[in-house]
């Protein structure tokens, strides 16, 4: 049987050292709580969750993407000022202000683990690219699980997440010359395509 | 033909003589022998398979043959969704039949890209590339619907005049037979209709509210 993720996360550290998992606990009754990696050991995580002896994770049944836009949160807050009153005296008092936080965007690659051989499962992996823009690089998986390779194409294709060392990346629904990702959560379809001829409205 | 003859031919045919045009021989010959291509896009084209089966018999209209290839086909049948990856094919197939050459649009997909319109690989509709003869809607539409569309388009057929202004395309050298076939572009296919083709019907381009 599979330990909590918690006590993955404690082998994993253990066993490579320098990894950094952290967990992402997953507050819906399903409880299916994942690790995230860091890009560095990835590869080896990955290598020594497919290998243990007792948990043998041979299987990647899915592995997609994830677009988290950039975000803002606004929060009040109360801060003391001073306040100049009709008849011109000053005094300090307390001002609700809005203090806004700048959440940068991100793409995530998630990786569903199960075991053939101990029918057991799901493990759920996560890696985060740093942002939307340029550093969208995430090592693949692909050389570990054969099953990612047409999976980790299709976040390529749909969201623009680069996987480094994956044998074969290229466009897999999308023709060569496309150029947006299509399931971004900010992609616009070409201006003439998104909407209703005349006659239809 | 005008009325008189049309009486003529009626009060013949009650004394035991039949009498033709030329035109009316040659539209009965073509329109019971439409042979559609072997073409099927997507849930759609299973509802044309059943078409042709036992059941339903499109034989019973002379279309039982499917063509393999469309060079020996008359009728495309777009049956389903149309990608806009497969949309270049669908022109180019239709390209290569020759003419006379006829198309029915088959389902919501095929004549505005159905539930699917608002993806991004979905065309809206076929015919912003290619002239349609015949819109079924549906999703997908019953066998029913199918053999009433190409009895549809055996009554467009029929109605075909061989000479005259208003002849068919085939018999007017100054009509296309072909199409521009549309390329991927960087954002979608380019161009993004045909404006000759998807017209309202006074023949103007339809225009894109932006």
């Not at chain 2, 033909?1 to 073509?30: C, H, P, Q, V």
Request: charged share 25%; aromatic share 8%.
């Amino acid at each position: 049987m599979l330990p909590p993720v918690e006590e993955i996360k404690t082998q994993i550290e253990a066993a490579i050292p320098g990894a950094t998992v952290t967990v992402i606990s997953n507050g819906s009754p399903s409880a299916q709580h994942s690790l995230l990696l860091d890009h560095a050991h990835a590869r080896a995580v990955a290598e020594f969750l497919r290998d243990h002896a007792e948990w043998r994770l041979d299987f990647c049944s899915l592995m997609t993407g994830v677009d988290w836009p950039d975000t803002e949160t606004s929060e009040k807050i109360k801060v003391k000022k001073l306040v100049k009153a009709a008849d011109g005296s000053e005094s300090e008092q307390e001002v609700d202000e809005v203090r806004k936080t700048k959440v940068p965007g991100r793409l995530e690659a998630v990786y569903h683990l199960f075991s053939m051989e101990k029918k057991h499962g799901p493990v759920i992996l996560r890696m985060r690219t740093a942002d939307r823009g340029e550093g969208t690089h995430l090592p693949s998986l692909t050389p570990v699980w054969r099953s990612a390779e047409f999976q980790e194409r299709e976040a390529f294709d749909l969201y623009g997440i680069v996987f480094d060392g994956h044998p074969d990346l290229r466009r897999i629904l999308m023709w060569d010359g496309f150029v947006d990702y299509p399931m971004r959560k900010d992609y616009v379809p070409p201006p003439d395509d998104a909407v209703l001829p005349e006659v239809h409205s | 033909m005008a009325d008189d003859l049309k009486e003529l031919k009626i009060e013949l045919s009650k004394n035991g003589i039949f009498t033709t045009t030329l035109e009316e021989l040659y539209n009965w010959g073509r329109k019971n022998s439409v042979w559609p291509l072997t073409f099927g896009l997507a849930c759609c084209a299973i509802e044309m398979i059943a078409t042709t089966m036992a059941r339903y018999d499109l034989a019973r209209f002379g279309a039982e043959v499917f063509r393999p290839s469309p060079r020996q086909a008359d009728l495309i049948i777009v049956s389903g969704t149309v990608t806009k990856k497969m949309a270049p094919q669908v022109v180019r197939l239709y390209n290569q039949m020759p003419e006379p050459k006829y198309v029915i649009a088959m389902g919501a997909c095929a004549i505005s890209g159905g539930p699917f319109r608002d993806g991004y690989n979905v065309l809206k509709g076929i015919d912003r590339y290619i002239p349609v003869d015949v819109h079924i809607p549906g999703c997908p539409p019953r066998p029913e619907a199918l053999i009433h569309a190409f009895m549809t388009l055996q009554k467009k057929i029929e109605d075909q005049a061989l000479a005259g202004a208003d002849r068919p395309r085939h018999l007017n050298a100054d009509l296309p037979s072909e199409f521009p076939v549309p390329s991927f572009g960087a954002h979608g296919l380019e161009p993004s209709s045909n404006r000759d083709i998807f017209t309202d019907a006074t023949g103007n381009p339809l225009k894109v509210i932006q």
